[in-house]
């Protein structure tokens, strides 16, 4: 048993019939494996449980998976890390964008570092492939609300941190 590989394969087939906002609809599997290649190969993180959970990252929040299919087929420990960078889509979005804010000092070492890895690929992903009906004041929202997620967060892992810094300079 190989869990980060049967962690691609299970978020593989949660997403399987969802698409990016980019001009090519790219496959939304892509996302999460983006997040898990920045941990990996730019932080040089090694941690299983970090890597499972960048992959599952968004499974909770934007498809039908439950909290208790996930402890079942991955354990607590990384359902618990989803749970914390999982939004609560019972809210309004402009009230879930103010608590990502107001939470992100205060949660695991763990989910902030694929908190970090989100914010970092999502803003790549504006620069070099955007959304399409984004606007550019849209894209400059976007990018200051990031950075006001990651200065709450900061002093987990520099050199992601730098790199996310390096992603923000190219602000729109
Ligand atoms: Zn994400």
Request: hydrophobic share 50%; net charge positive; aromatic share 8%.
């Given at each position: 048993m190989?869990?980060?590989i049967k962690a691609i394969a299970f978020a593989a087939d949660k997403h399987r019939n969802q698409r990016r906002k980019d001009a090519e609809a790219s496959p939304y599997i892509n996302h999460p494996i983006a997040l898990a290649n920045v941990l990996a190969n730019e932080g040089n993180l090694s941690e299983e449980a970090v890597l499972i959970a960048a992959i599952l990252h968004d499974t909770i929040e934007d498809t039908e998976t439950t909290a208790d299919e996930l402890r079942q087929h991955f354990g607590n420990a990384i359902t618990t890390i989803v749970l914390e960078v999982t939004d609560d889509k019972l809210l309004e979005k402009a009230e879930r964008k103010r608590l990502q804010v107001e939470h992100a000092p205060h949660i695991s070492r763990?989910?902030?570092?694929?908190?970090l890895a989100d914010k970092i690929c999502n803003l790549r992903d504006i620069t070099t492939s955007p959304p399409t009906k984004w606007p550019l004041e849209r894209k400059q929202a976007y990018f200051d609300?990031?950075?006001a997620v990651v200065d709450g967060l900061r002093g987990v892992n520099p050199a992601l941190e730098y790199i996310f810094d390096g992603a923000f300079g190219r602000r729109p």
């Open positions: 190989n869990p980060l763990e989910a902030k570092l694929v908190k609300w990031a950075k």
